[in-house]
């Protein structure tokens, strides 16, 4: 190895705590940096360009190689695979679990706050900015699904008053 790769391999193996922990970090970089995009923006420039914007995220995001070879409009696929991130890579505090599910629709539970919600909490954004930018960043859920053939629909947010979870409904494209 050279002493490059010495030096950026300084570790190779971090426990589950320590890779939570940076996918956390980034997940709330992530936040922030649309955070200061909706602080520095016109509001309906932000709003217009960032629900559009996360919207074509979320359907790029649909061509995660999970969804390869798995039908289109079975809302239990987006569930399956919303549950699949649970572990170190799920950045609500408890996981994402299925709730309720039959052919036509899926309803996920993602208890605790999400690290979005962490990052724009961590930045002095008032509760009202926080449930704001959390419905903007919901275009990237509504893209992902929409682009699966299916429609999600936040039914309630840790950033409502009293909710600590988040609750997701997956149907049906046409529902």
Not at 27 to 38: E, K, L, S, V
Not at 59 to 65: E, H
Not at 83 to 89: I, P
Not at 108 to 118: E, F, I, P, T, W
Request: hydrophobic fraction near 35%; proline fraction near 5%; charged fraction near 25%.
């Amino acid at each position: 190895m050279t002493p490059q790769e010495l030096e950026f391999n300084k570790k190779d193996t971090y426990t589950y705590a320590e890779v939570r922990e940076m996918l956390e970090s980034a997940m709330m970089d992530r936040a922030r940096y649309m955070g200061f995009f909706y602080k520095v923006m016109p509001r309906e420039l932000f709003d217009e360009y960032g629900k559009k914007a996360l919207f074509a995220y979320g359907q790029f995001k649909a061509k995660n190689p999970f969804f390869d070879g798995k039908p289109t409009g079975d809302p239990k696929v987006m569930s399956d695979f919303l549950v699949s991130t649970n572990g170190v890579s799920a950045t609500p505090a408890i996981g994402i679990t299925c709730i309720e599910q039959d052919d036509d629709h899926a309803v996920l539970l993602m208890d605790g706050k999400c690290a979005l919600v962490q990052g724009w909490e961590q930045m002095g954004l008032s509760p009202e900015e926080v449930s704001y930018l959390c419905e903007i960043a919901s275009y990237g859920d509504f893209g992902q699904c929409d682009a699966l053939g299916l429609k999600g629909t936040w039914l309630c947010t840790s950033t409502e008053p009293g909710c600590t979870y988040c609750k997701f409904l997956v149907e049906k494209a046409g529902k």
